[in-house]
């Protein structure tokens, strides 16, 4: 039993790192936009305005394979 104890409890570690992990990103992803948002226009490039309405990386690679 205390082989199984120990893997849940390895377990639940690793899942408590990786809400952990995920909530840092979200704070970091959060702070990148807010950052971005008052940024002058000038300064905002078109790929990074496709990030923040929500396209992933692999979509704004498509659209441009689309659009070339």
Excluded: C, W
């Amino acid at each position: 039993m205390d082989k199984i104890s120990i893997g849940v409890d390895d377990l639940m570690n690793q899942e408590e790192k990786i809400k952990e992990l995920e909530y840092e990103l979200f704070l970091l992803k959060h702070a990148f936009f807010k950052l971005h948002d008052s940024m002058a226009p000038n300064l905002k490039s078109r790929y990074y305005e496709l990030l923040s309405h929500g396209f992933t990386e692999q979509e704004v690679s498509e659209l441009d394979r689309i659009f070339m």
